[in-house]
Nanobody, 112 residues
Framework: QVQVVESGGGLVQPGGSLRLSCTASEDTTTMAWYRQAPGEERKVVAHILSTGSIFYADSVKGRFTISGDNAKNSVYLQMNSLKPEDTAVYYC?????????WGQGTQVTVSS
């Protein structure tokens, strides 16, 4: 059974940084990060294709960096200059053999 495990969330002050990590138990192609704030739908934050092509949502451009390590089936999200509006549950999604698998979610709270 495929497993996708996330880590790295927490509480941080505005302007601070956090790094999220996610590892899958099998080889992946597309790797992505989504987030869901209370009362809102889940939205893509960033994704990285197997070609290396990267996408960022406008709201995080210049502040967040997605990176992947195919040898480790892992994806990372470095989040800098965090704002209160970045508060959400963050989920990673990994595409494996044509299917998407989701992590359990990790809470990121940006507050003073």
């Amino acid at each position: 059974q495929v497993q996708v495990v996330e880590s790295g969330g927490g509480l941080v002050q505005p302007g601070g940084s956090l790094r999220l990590s996610c590892t899958a138990s099998e080889d992946t192609t597309t790797m992505a990060w989504y987030r869901q704030a209370p009362g809102e739908e889940r939205k893509v934050v960033a994704h990285i294709l197997s070609t290396g092509s990267i996408f960022y949502a406008d709201s995080v451009k210049g502040r967040f960096t997605i990176s992947g390590d195919n040898a480790k089936n892992s994806v990372y999200l470095q989040m800098n200059s965090l704002k209160p509006e970045d508060t959400a549950v963050y989920y990673c999604a990994m595409w494996i053999k044509g299917y998407s698998y989701w992590g359990q979610g990790t809470q990121v709270t940006v507050s003073s």
